[in-house]
């Protein structure tokens, strides 16, 4: 079974920085090269919403327009390890975020498409 775990959130001030980083186990051989991979948030009382995915290039990338310039998904196929930069952060990126993957390229920042999920991470952005 395809087990996703975070690290890396926590507290920062506006204008600093946090990585995000989702180790993946259980993928019977394959690497993360081999899937679909996105990052989602949930603020209180917000739906979930899209942050950014990555396709099966390396090149194929989506960003949600609010973190267009200043969030950057990456993946390490060795490490089976994706991440996601976070720079200038603001009050209103404080929210949970999830890392995600799945079997098939194309669903972008719709959830529905990701079958393995990873545990959540709160994020706050607060001087």
């Known amino acids: 079974q395809v087990r996703l775990v975070e690290s890396g959130g926590g507290l920062a001030q506006p204008g600093g920085s946090l990585r995000l980083s989702c180790v993946a186990s259980g993928l019977s051989g394959y690497t993360l090269d081999y899937y679909a991979l996105a990052w989602f948030r949930q603020a209180p009382g917000k739906e979930r919403e899209g942050v950014s995915s990555?396709?099966?290039?390396?090149?194929?990338?989506v960003y949600a327009d609010s973190v267009k310039g200043r969030f950057t998904i990456s993946r390490d196929g060795a490490k089976n390890t994706m991440y996601l930069q976070m720079n200038n952060l603001k009050p209103e990126d404080s929210a949970v975020y999830y890392c995600a993957a799945g079997g098939t390229s194309g669903w972008k920042l719709n959830h529905r498409g990701y079958d393995y999920w990873g545990q959540g991470l709160q994020v706050t952005v607060s001087s």
């Open positions: 990555l396709g099966f290039s390396d090149s194929d990338t």
